[in-house]
Nanobody, 121 residues
Framework: QVQLVESGGGLVQAGGSLRLSCAAS????????MGWYRQAPGKQRELVAV???????????NYANSVKGRFTISRDNAKNTVYLEMNSLKPEDTAVYFC???????????WGQGTQVTVSS
């Protein structure tokens, strides 16, 4: 089992910044990748950013086109925490943001409870 707890959401004006944190606990050694998803009202949950180990090459990150250049995903292995730094926020970034962890063997997806991000225009 992997437990995920998000924090850092809130209300911010357009153009502002927020940093989300996701603290992981449990069988973290089994986790292959972690990421952030978001779900706006009436819309499907979508991938925002993902991070995984690239071995000697360091971490590999991927972003949704809509957040490239504005959002940065990172992690602190010593703290078992993944971060999402969000800059130049837009009203369309308003959503509940969920932390996600993927365990490959056996395939399992774990989710946090979500944190609300609201960007006012």
């Amino acid at each position: 089992q992997v437990q995920l707890v998000e924090s850092g959401g809130g209300l911010v004006q357009a153009g502002g910044s927020l940093r989300l944190s996701c603290a992981a606990s449990g069988s973290i050694f089994r986790v292959n990748a972690m990421g952030w998803y978001r779900q706006a009202p009436g819309k499907q949950r979508e991938l925002v950013a993902v991070i995984r180990s690239g071995g000697t090459s360091g971490d590999i990150t991927n972003y949704a086109n809509s957040v490239k250049g504005r959002f940065t995903i990172s992690r602190d292995n010593a703290k078992n925490t993944v971060y999402l730094e969000m800059n130049s926020l837009k009203p369309e970034d308003t959503a509940v943001y969920f932390c996600h962890a993927f365990v490959p063997i056996p395939p399992m997806n774990y989710w946090g409870q979500g944190t609300q991000v609201t960007v006012s225009s």
